[in-house]
Nanobody, 114 residues
Framework: VQLQASGGGLAQPGGSLTLSCAAS????????IGWYRQAPGKQRDLVAT???????NYADSVKGRFTISRDNAKDTVNLQMSSLKPEDTAVYYC?????????WGQGTLVTVSS
């Protein structure tokens, strides 16, 4: 399984960015797929996931600001981020679970700064 994240970059506070994760193979086969993030000096934390039979799950800190969606036709999972805050600055990792094995993408840096 390969997960390729893209879309990171620099955004101003209050701005928006969209991250995309391209998965090898059919994305619908994953039990869970989504995003984690890791800020400098901190642990890697859940941002948002989509799980089969459960639906979406968001960290409290991003609820109402971030939206995760899955495009089965393109085999991608996207994270629309709006109303960005400096504390959203982190490396964002695509994450997937298949047959009880966790897979991680290489990460994409999001910097929120004026």
């Amino acid at each position: 399984v390969q997960l390729q994240a893209s879309g990171g970059g620099l955004a101003q506070p209050g701005g928006s960015l969209t991250l995309s994760c391209a998965a090898s193979g059919t994305i619908s086969r994953f039990k869970t797929i989504g995003w984690y993030r890791q800020a400098p000096g901190k642990q890697r934390d859940l941002v948002a996931t989509i799980s089969r039979g459960i639906g979406t799950n968001y960290a409290d800190s991003v609820k109402g600001r971030f939206t995760i969606s899955r495009d089965n036709a393109k085999d991608t999972v996207n994270l629309q981020m709006s109303s960005l805050k400096p504390e959203d600055t982190a490396v964002y990792y695509c994450y997937a679970v298949l047959d009880r094995v966790n897979y991680w993408g290489q990460g994409t840096l999001v910097t929120v700064s004026s």
